[in-house]
T-cell receptor
Framework: GAVVSQHPSWVICKSGTSVKIECRSLDFQATTMFWYRQFPKQSLMLMATSNEGSKATYEQGVEKDKFLINHASLTLSTLTVTSAHPEDSSFYIC????????????FGPGTRLTVL | AQKVTQAQTEISVVEKEDVTLDCVYETRDTTYYLFWYKQPPSGELVFLIRRNSFDEQNEISGRYSWNFQKSTSSFNFTITASQVVDSAVYFCALSGNRDDKIIFGKGTRLHILP
């Protein structure tokens, strides 16, 4: 079946550095991908919609200059957390629907970011 | 606006008991999809079920069953004869027909006690 991968699965970085997280759709194309953030013991909150070939759409309250999204191909979206701070420590999850079938959405395994 | 409410924050039951997780949703879309996901301690979401708004038929899959009632905007999930391995956080979620965004409820943390 369709699979979405994320890399890395976990990352620890120093405050002020930038971190890039990759989300790949395996064996299917995804013109749209979604990025979620989940703080401990909380729900998944949608951060942004990544659109292949165009700008990402950010949810209210999410800083687009801090969370840079690039959807360079039909199988890859990247989320870069710029100038990370401890409050950015979270579990980041991406998802991708198979193009044309909005009800089939596949989630990546998540990336746990810890900012020291 | 779309919204998913899971009023039960945390539930504890003894193994072999039945347990129902409640989910109430709000949407203005005429076509929408409802989901349940399980999130074990590892963090990876496990897809359990997807139901579209035109299919109100209840579904049973092994020990799991789902009750979809449009009249009350509810999509409840029941685990029969619970097992310790069912311990996890369960999320109810909603996706409308205007975009593919999935909106999650706050989740219910389920503890199955041996």
């Amino acid at each position: 079946g369709a699979v979405v991968s994320q890399h890395p699965s976990w990352v620890i970085c120093k405050s002020g550095t930038s971190v890039k997280i990759e989300c790949r759709s395996l064996d299917f194309q995804a013109t749209t991908m979604f990025w979620y953030r989940q703080f401990p013991k909380q729900s998944l909150m949608l951060m942004a919609t990544s659109n292949e070939g165009s700008k990402a759409t950010y949810e209210q309250g999410v800083e687009k200059d801090k969370f840079l999204i690039n959807h360079a191909s039909l199988t890859l979206s990247t989320l870069t957390v710029t100038s990370a701070h401890p409050e950015d420590s979270s579990f980041y999850i991406c998802s991708a629907p198979i193009s044309g079938t909005p009800d089939t959405q596949y989630f990546g395994p998540g990336t746990r970011l810890t900012v020291l | 606006a779309q919204k998913v409410t899971q009023a039960q924050t945390e539930i504890s039951v003894v193994e072999k008991e039945d347990v129902t997780l409640d989910c109430v949703y709000e949407t203005r879309d005429t076509t929408y999809y409802l989901f349940w996901y399980k999130q074990p301690p590892s963090g990876e979401l496990v897809f359990l079920i997807r139901r579209n708004s035109f299919d109100e038929q209840n579904e049973i899959s092994g020990r799991y069953s789902w009750n979809f009632q449009k009249s009350t905007s509810s999509f409840n999930f029941t685990i029969t004869a619970s097992q310790v391995v069912d311990s996890a956080v369960y999320f109810c979620a909603l996706s409308g027909n205007r975009d593919d965004k999935i909106i999650f409820g706050k989740g219910t943390r389920l503890h199955i006690l041996p």
